[in-house]
């Protein structure tokens, strides 16, 4: 069993080599294929049933393709149309969803006119920085945030993630792991090798990595709660994360565990 556990709630950093890219639809705008980082069908049809709708069947879901299908977008003239919404599946019986039976409103000469969309479209622009389990996934270090009024294009404005960050107390679990253990007072509990104890705190991050609220989720009575906080505001920094240009503060779960084993490890030598 692991002595130390870190559960991340909401999201964690990885680089790009580490963590499958999820398919993303894509965009054509100015001659350039881009991948898309909004949804505008989550506007005009149930998200949690497209798949079924679009494709008059279940769809399946894979790695990297949690959606279950992806769609190709493209801005003619400042107007937003639907090219093609493909299945990750790949049925035998075609892989393309019958856009003129789906949206036969919005149809017209072998496209869809999303004139239903009134929003903001994100758009990736440069590399990849970031990759989380929140959608969207891919950060990428700067985006166009491209403005829609009934599927018309009205503005469009370059914003940048650059200022996101990954800690390497986040990423590493030694090195998290050595700050907690080694900073416990152990003198605190004489009675640890027959009662051990465990914490979980949640902890969130200002916009400058700090950590700045602990909070107890599941504790084990004052004298370990207290000294698990107290270990906790010693970690130096955490992830930041930008999205769509804005700091966006996701909170995490790091359980620490008052054992004997823990403390033979990481007692400090006298």
Partial sequence: MKKFIIIFIISFCFSTSS????????????????????????????????????????????????????????????????????????????IK??????????????????????????IGKEDVICLTYKFPESIYRKEYKLIFEKGKLVKHEIIDNSNTKKSLFAADKDTLQGIIYRNINWDLFPDIS???????????????????????????????????????????????????????PLSALITIQFTEANKKKYSKTK
């Fill in 19 to 94: 963590f499958s890219i999820q398919i993303s639809d894509n965009i054509i705008w100015n001659n350039d294929t881009l991948p898309l980082l909004s949804n505008p069908l989550k506007s005009l049809i149930n998200y949690d049933s497209v798949a079924r709708y679009i494709f008059d069947k279940s769809t399946c879901i894979s790695s990297k393709c949690r959606q279950g299908y992806y769609a190709e977008w493209q801005i003619i003239d400042e107007e937003l149309y639907l090219n093609a919404i493909y299945s990750c599946c790949y049925y035998s019986d075609g």
């Fill in 97 to 122: 969803s019958d856009l003129k039976k789906v949206f036969s409103k919005y149809f017209s000469n072998g496209k869809v006119k999303a004139s239903w969309f009134t929003g903001n479209l994100f």
């Fill in 194 to 248: 027959t009662k051990s104890a465990k914490v979980t705190i949640s902890l969130l991050a200002d916009a400058n990595g700090k950590v700045d609220s602990l909070r107890v989720v599941r504790g084990s009575g004052a004298i370990y709660d207290n000294e698990a906080l107290r270990v906790a505001k010693l970690i130096p920094s955490w992830d930041v994360y930008y999205i769509h240009g804005e700091f966006y």
